[in-house]
């Protein structure tokens, strides 16, 4: 088909600029919508140097949750139901729950303990399988996760005590791994990121009171006034919703002939399952 | 002349003497302690020296040092590099950047021109086969319009080899390593392609009639084999960079070629990459199509370029049609390959990556959609079916609605509290992905009973049988989306995450079902039918710019799961073998993804209208100079 001076419209370079508009235009909706979406970056696991000889158990605690949510990637498959492509951790007490998995016929492992199932737990994951979650067509024969020793998770003999050390102690169990050996230590002083310092979550409705000290402002077993209301029969002059809100901002409403003393950072620091359970306690006095 | 041995020169000198004591001495066995040595190693004084190169005892023949099967071993199993951050060249640009708009722009290009021969191929084949000369011409233009698009994916190809080897020298040179030979029969294939290509093309009217219609039809039929070899292999470096097989756990080669490059990604890269290719090349021919039908009030060339238009748009839909059900198979295969990688895809960091993939999608089929009711005016017979088309947007909206419907939000505490909870009560279920499988099997569902109605237009059955025909497709849609909701639904919400994957096989079948009985039964139901007359060129103005839209977004869509595809390596440059220790070995976020995204696609837009261009200055002659100035014509 060729084409003549006559049939080549004068409209050609009119069409040519609307279909530019028209294409670049559509491009820049892609573009925004793109850029209109959170913004995560996937940092690589940074290599740091970190004197592991001087770390406390919190510290080493605090460690494992880092490498628990980070470098370590578990809680890519362990989620809560439904949500989770394997067993919920950090919903269910792991020390519990390894003793049960110790005690079923099925497991035929070398553990002895919480501690050693969970150690087998991530370095042969196929060792044991939980019912239903083994790969497809093995007969939970074969786990799908990945040995976290290996690539491309890579965790030293020092992380993975580490993780042993959360796992125990975020639901108030006692830590049965020792802190990293002065010779551990120097071994594996590349290998780990920093700890974070951050501070051990809550287990326990309880301990989430005492950890970010309601009770040198409220009382809680009484309504007497303190530097804040009592709180024993809150769940009765407040709603859920309302309690929710009195902590994470304060400020919002406050009771009448009380100073705005109350801090206005909970809603930073506290996780939200720490949240939660301080609301449910809360809900509860009636 | 005599010819006498060094050794004889040796011994006839006063210093042979000397000499001689010294090799016993240093050699004899028994004579010095060099033999406890040596009856340690059990090997005679050939077998030591001679590794170190071509020495020899005077006077004896050269010992060929036996290798033994350990020895080769060991030489061969060398790790995988670990270069250093100070390994990586630094340009003073990311170099990262430079790659992606290479590899990309290699990518779009390589796409369009594996694509366009084999549907061009097609249509010549329909052309032969039909007698309608009106095929081959169209054939023919469409090769002539992408034959720039060789050239130019060779120099964009080529310029990301050099960028490759100079900016991550220690990559490539593991690559040559692993994929050795390969690389060679890779340049090789390029040199059957381009006799293939510019046969086929430079004899298209040579070859035109009778037998010699079927050398340029074998002539097709090679250049696309070719194209395919050269696709699978390159795939292959993808994949193997995704899943290393034929590597131990260091990376050191201990298969063959064939054990390399058959990971388990690499036959769903291969089909995916097929497909989407096709979709692909028929939405940028589209485009061409649309521009030339804009630009010219010619009755004839409107014609010409209005089914030239309807064409590629029908080859980009139904190419696209079966292009979720190949991804699907990938993601899954990745899934079974690392649940690790599969959930960072899906499930994530680059999870938000997929409402955008919906709106690329969505925009796709509206478009789509959009085309064929706009195409319906061409002939009377559409009105029968013109009041399906507002149902069948509506199922398009809301099922797009649901798809882009996010599901995990990054919350802080404040937000979760005024949000009654982690997730919304109404959309919060919408949000995962049983609700969207089932949007995304009704849109296609939706996107081919538009397909069907237009088909179905311009022909009026005239088998006795039509109305139990009819009333069958009926109710094999009927319980096809009853069986996409109700597995999407319960299999999704009322049993555990494992049972969901295993639900959407069930919905695709289903989907897959309706369009094939569809073909098949309408096939049957107008053979001879009566045929209604179209009108070639009755197409709103309008209907042209969803032809611009396609392209667009097939464009835009391709770049964004290059880098979903690429990204879920995370800092590895080979998973788990070898280590992305680079500048840029963390995963950009979806903004800085998508302003790439859009570099790519602008320049790969600008360098299309080049190839355009050319491809009409051949046919495009100057006017002749008249003897008055003016110009004659």
Not at chain 2, 8 to 22: G, M
Not at chain 2, 292 to 303: E, H
Not at chain 2, 490 to 513: A, D
Not at chain 2, 608 to 623: D, E, H, I, K
Request: charge should be negative; glycine fraction near 8%; charged fraction near 15%.
């Amino acid at each position: 088909m060729t084409d003549t001076r006559d049939n080549r419209e004068s409209s050609g370079s009119k069409v040519f600029v609307y279909a530019m508009i028209f294409s670049l235009g559509l491009t820049l909706v892609f573009t925004l919508v793109a850029n209109m979406l959170p913004q995560v970056q996937g940092e690589a696991p940074s290599e740091q140097m970190v004197d592991l000889g001087s770390l406390t158990m919190d510290d080493f605690i605090a460690l494992g949750k880092d490498l628990f949510e980070n470098k370590g990637t578990c809680t890519l498959c362990h989620k809560p139901a439904p949500l989770g492509r394997a067993p919920d951790i950090e919903g269910a007490d792991m020390v519990a729950v390894s003793e049960e998995r110790l005690a079923d016929g099925r497991y035929q492992g070398e553990a002895k303990d919480a501690a050693g199932y969970i150690l087998e737990s991530m370095v042969d994951p196929s060792r044991y399988v939980v019912a239903t979650w083994g790969k497809k067509g093995t007969n939970d024969a074969e786990s799908p996760m990945p040995a976290v020793d290996k690539p491309p998770i890579q965790l030293s003999t020092v992380e993975i005590d580490a993780v042993i050390a959360y796992l125990q102690a975020k639901d108030g169990n006692e830590v049965t791994v020792s802190l990293p050996s002065p010779e551990a230590a120097a071994e594996t002083a590349a290998a780990a990121p920093a700890a974070t310092g951050a501070p051990v979550p809550a287990a326990t409705a309880d301990e989430a009171m005492t950890k970010y000290v309601c009770t040198g402002c409220h009382a809680l077993d009484s309504n007497d006034a303190l530097v804040g209301p009592g709180l024993l029969s809150v769940g009765a002059r407040l709603s859920t919703d309302e309690i929710r809100q009195s902590i994470i901002d304060p400020n919002a409403v406050i009771s009448e002939g009380f100073p705005p003393a109350m801090p206005a950072d909970f809603a930073d620091k506290m996780t939200v399952r720490e949240l939660e359970m301080i609301v449910e306690l809360l809900a509860g006095k009636k | 002349m005599k010819n006498n041995s060094p050794r004889q020169l040796i011994s006839q000198t006063p210093l042979a003497i000397l000499l001689w004591v010294i090799f016993l001495v240093g050699f004899v066995p028994g004579i010095s302690g060099a033999s406890t040595v040596q009856a340690a190693e059990g090997t005679g004084v050939e077998t030591r020296i001679a590794p170190v190169g071509r020495v020899q005892v005077e006077g004896q023949p050269i010992v060929e040092v036996e290798v033994t099967a350990a020895d080769a071993a060991e030489t061969e199993l060398i790790a995988a590099p670990r270069p250093s951050r100070k390994d990586y060249p630094n340009i003073g640009v990311s170099s990262r950047a430079v790659v992606w708009i290479l590899a990309q722009m290699h990518l779009f290009f390589g796409a369009l021109v594996l694509a366009v021969p084999l549907f061009v191929l097609v249509i010549e084949l329909t052309g032969m086969i039909t007698g309608d000369d009106r095929y081959d011409d169209m054939a023919h233009e469409f090769m002539k319009i992408s034959l720039v698009g060789f050239s130019l994916t060779a120099i964009i190809g080529g310029s990301l080899a050099l960028a490759l080897f100079m900016l991550y020298p220690d990559f490539m040179a593991y690559m040559m390593r692993v994929f050795g030979a390969q690389w060679l029969v890779y340049a090789g294939l390029f040199f059957l392609e381009s006799f293939f290509l510019y046969t086929y093309y430079y004899g298209w009217n040579a070859f035109r009639y009778g037998n010699k219609k079927w050398l340029h039809l074998t002539l097709g039929l090679m250049l696309n084999a070719s194209g395919m070899t050269i696709m699978v292999l390159a795939n292959s470096w993808a994949t193997f960079m995704m899943a290393p097989s034929g590597v131990n756990e260091v990376g050191a080669v201990v298969g063959n070629i064939w054990e390399v490059m058959k990971g388990p990604l690499w036959n769903p890269i291969n089909l995916h990459r097929f497909i989407a290719n096709i979709a692909f090349g028929g939405a940028v021919v589209g485009a061409y199509a649309a521009f030339k039908f804009l630009s010219t009030r010619d009755p004839a060339l409107r014609a010409h370029y209005d089914w030239m238009g309807y064409t590629s748009n029908f080859i980009a839909i139904l190419a696209f049609l079966p292009l979720p059900f190949a991804g699907y198979w990938l993601m899954a295969e990745i899934y079974a390959y690392s649940q690790q990688m599969g959930i960072t895809a899906m499930g994530g960091i680059l999870a938000w990556l997929f409402i955008v993939q919906a709106v690329l999608i969505g925009t796709i089929l509206l478009a789509g959609n959009f085309y064929l009711w706009s195409g319906m005016s061409r002939t009377e017979g559409s009105v029968r079916y013109q009041w399906l088309i507002k149902y069948i947007a509506a199922t398009l909206v809301i099922c797009f609605l649901i798809w882009v419907t996010p599901h995990t939000l990054i919350l802080s505490a404040r937000e979760i509290a005024a949000l009654g909870g982690s997730h919304h009560h109404i959309l919060g279920p919408l949000g995962i992905m049983p609700a969207k499988n089932i949007a995304v099997n009704l849109m296609l569902i939706a996107t081919f009973l538009s397909f069907q109605i237009y088909r179905r237009s311009d022909k009026v059955a005239t088998v006795s049988w039509a109305p139990a025909g009819n009333a069958l497709i009926v109710a094999i849609y009927v319980v096809a989306v009853a069986n996409i909701i109700f597995a999407g639904v319960y299999y999704g919400y009322f049993t555990n995450t494992l049972y969901k994957v295993g639900s959407s096989v069930i919905q695709v079948v289903s989907t897959l079902v309706v369009i094939i009985t569809g073909i098949v039964i309408d096939s049957l139901i107008f053979k001879n039918a009566k045929t209604l007359p179209s009108h070639w060129g009755r197409i709103p103005d309008r209907a042209q710019y969803a032809l611009f839209a396609l392209p667009i977004a097939f464009t835009w869509l391709m770049g964004l799961m290059g880098y979903v595809r690429s990204s879920v390596k995370t800092h590895w440059h080979v998973y788990t073998v070898m280590k992305d220790n680079s500048p840029d070995n963390f995963i950009p976020t979806i903004g800085y993804a998508g302003n790439m995204i859009t570099i790519v696609t602008v320049l790969f837009l600008l360098m299309v209208l080049f190839m355009f261009w050319v491809a009409n200055l051949g046919s495009t002659r100057q006017p002749e100079a008249s003897a008055d100035g003016g110009a004659t014509v």
